[in-house]
C-alpha cells in the first residue's frame, strides 16, 4: 500500500459500477476515498455490454423510475467524462425492428401514451434497415438510449484514483477490520465510513452475508462485421458497439440462481440464434464470456446501514440495469450518508432486516 495519507472519509471495497460511481460521487463532493478491488476478468461490469435503454423487458414497457434514472445518467456520465478527461459515454437511439403488423400497431399505439411519448424518437411503419436487418413492418427507434464502455470508465476511474494514492488492487481482508460507531480501521487506512460494492461476491462478507443477493448468470457473444450495423438492433437479443473498431457485443443469456464460472456451448447456439433472427449480416464470432449479475428477488438495487453500524454501508444488486442504476443510486446513497435525502423502502436495505437477527453471523 503506498497512501501518502491513511486518513480518509471512505473506504470503497469493490470498483464495478457500483464502486465507481460511487467514488466519483464523493471525489466530485471533495470527500477522500480509499477504494480495495481485485478486477477479476469475469466481474459483471467488466462483461456488460454496457447498453442503456429506458424501454425494457418481453413487454417493452418503460423501465422502472426511468423518468429519474434516464436524465440522470446522462449528466452524470457526460460530467464523468469531462472530470476524468476519457471518453467512455455513447449516446445514441436503439432500433428495434417490428415483427409484424400487429407489432407496428402496438408500437403506433404506444407512441401516443404520453409517459412513453418522451421515448419513442420515431416510429416507421415501413423498412429502413432493410439491408441489415428483418423489418419489413419498419421498427421503432428509442431515445434516451446508448451505451457506455463499463472498461474504458471503469479504468478511468481507476486511473484517477491511483493518481490520488487511493487504490489498493487486492482482495479485502474482513479480518482486518475493526469497526466502531465513529470509525473503521482497516489495515493502516482508518475511515469514517466504509461502503461495500462487492457485487455478486457479497456472499462471502460477514458484515452483510445475510443480504439476499441472488446470482444471474449471463453470456456474451463478441463478434465483427464485414458490413457493421449502422445503429444498435435490439430485439431479444442486442448487437452493442465496443471501444474497439468493428468489434460488437451480442447479449444476454439469463440464468438465474446459476452461480457457476464458465462459457457453455447452449448460450452459444441461443446467442447465435438470436443473431441470426436479428440481422442479415454475416459476421465472425471472436469470442464468448460470461459474468454473475448481482441480483434480488425483487429486482431492486439494495442500499443502506449494516442494521449495527450506521457507518459501513452497501450497494449492490444492480442486476442487468447497472449502467442505468448506478449513477442514481449511489448519488441517493451520499446524499443519505449526508442526511439529505431518504432512501425509499424498495430500494432500502431495511426490507431484509428480518434476515439480518436470522442468519448473521457478526
Ligand atoms: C453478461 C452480462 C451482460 C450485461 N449487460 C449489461 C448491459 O448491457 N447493461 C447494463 O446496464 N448492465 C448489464 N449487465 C449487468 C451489470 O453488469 C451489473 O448490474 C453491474 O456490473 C453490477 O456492478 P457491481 O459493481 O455491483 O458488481 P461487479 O461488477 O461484480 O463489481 C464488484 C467488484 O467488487 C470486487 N470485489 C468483490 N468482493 C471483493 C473483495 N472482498 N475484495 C476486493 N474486491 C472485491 C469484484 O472483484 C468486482 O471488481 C450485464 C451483466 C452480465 C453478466
Not at 461490469?45 to 423518468?67: H, I, M, Q, Y
Not at 458484515?207 to 443477493?213: A, G, T
Not at 448468470?217 to 438492433?233: A, C, D, N, Q, Y
Amino acid at each position: 500500500m503506498q497512501a501518502i495519507t491513511n486518513q480518509y472519509d471512505y473506504i470503497i471495497v469493490g470498483q464495478g459500477l457500483a464502486g465507481s460511481c460511487l467514488a466519483l460521487h464523493l471525489n466530485r463532493m471533495g470527500k477522500t476515498t480509499f477504494v480495495v478491488d481485485t478486477p477479476r476478468e469475469n466481474r459483471a461490469s467488466a462483461v456488460a455490454a454496457g447498453l442503456f435503454n429506458p424501454v425494457t423487458g418481453k413487454r417493452n414497457v418503460k423501465s422502472w423510475e426511468a423518468d429519474q434514472l434516464f436524465p440522470y445518467l446522462f449528466k452524470f456520465y457526460s460530467e464523468a467524462e469531462t472530470f476524468l478527461n476519457q471518453r467512455f459515454f455513447y449516446p445514441q437511439p436503439v432500433y428495434r425492428p417490428f415483427i409484424s403488423i400487429a407489432d407496428q400497431n402496438e408500437w403506433m399505439g404506444r407512441s401516443e401514451d404520453p409517459s412513453l411519448k418522451s421515448l419513442i424518437r420515431k416510429v416507421f411503419t415501413s423498412s429502413v434497415y432493410g439491408d441489415q436487418t428483418f423489418d419489413e413492418f419498419g421498427g421503432v427507434e428509442i431515445s434516451q438510449a446508448g451505451y457506455l464502455d463499463t472498461n474504458a470508465f471503469m479504468r478511468a476511474v481507476r486511473e484517477f484514483l491511483k493518481s490520488r494514492n487511493s487504490f489498493e488492487e487486492a482482495a479485502f481482508d474482513y479480518a482486518a477490520m475493526t469497526v466502531s460507531q465513529e470509525s473503521i480501521r482497516y489495515k493502516n487506512v482508518t475511515a469514517s465510513h466504509i461502503a461495500f460494492c462487492e457485487g455478486s461476491k457479497s456472499k462471502n462478507n460477514p458484515w452483510f452475508d445475510w443480504v439476499p443477493i441472488t446470482p444471474l448468470k449471463g453470456e456474451t457473444l463478441t463478434i465483427s462485421f464485414h458490413t457493421p450495423p449502422k445503429v444498435i438492433f435490439n430485439r431479444s437479443a442486442y448487437i452493442v458497439p465496443t471501444g474497439r473498431d468493428n468489434v460488437f457485443m451480442v447479449g444476454a443469456t439469463y440464468k438465474p440462481g446459476d452461480n457457476t464460472g464458465g462459457t457453455s456451448a447452449e448460450a452459444k447456439a441461443e446467442l447465435e440464434e438470436k443473431v441470426n433472427g436479428l440481422v442479415r449480416l454475416p459476421y465472425k464470432i471472436h469470442d464468448q464470456n460470461w459474468g454473475i449479475r448481482p441480483s434480488t428477488h425483487d429486482r431492486r438495487p439494495v442500499l443502506g446501514a449494516h442494521p449495527q453500524y450506521k457507518n459501513m454501508v452497501m450497494l449492490n444488486g444492480l442486476g442487468t440495469k447497472g449502467v442505468s442504476l448506478a449513477p442514481y443510486f449511489s448519488g441517493m446513497l451520499v446524499d443519505w450518508l449526508l442526511g439529505q435525502s431518504e432512501i425509499p423502502r424498495e430500494a432500502n436495505i431495511e426490507r431484509y432486516k428480518s434476515l439480518y437477527s436470522k442468519f448473521s453471523k457478526t
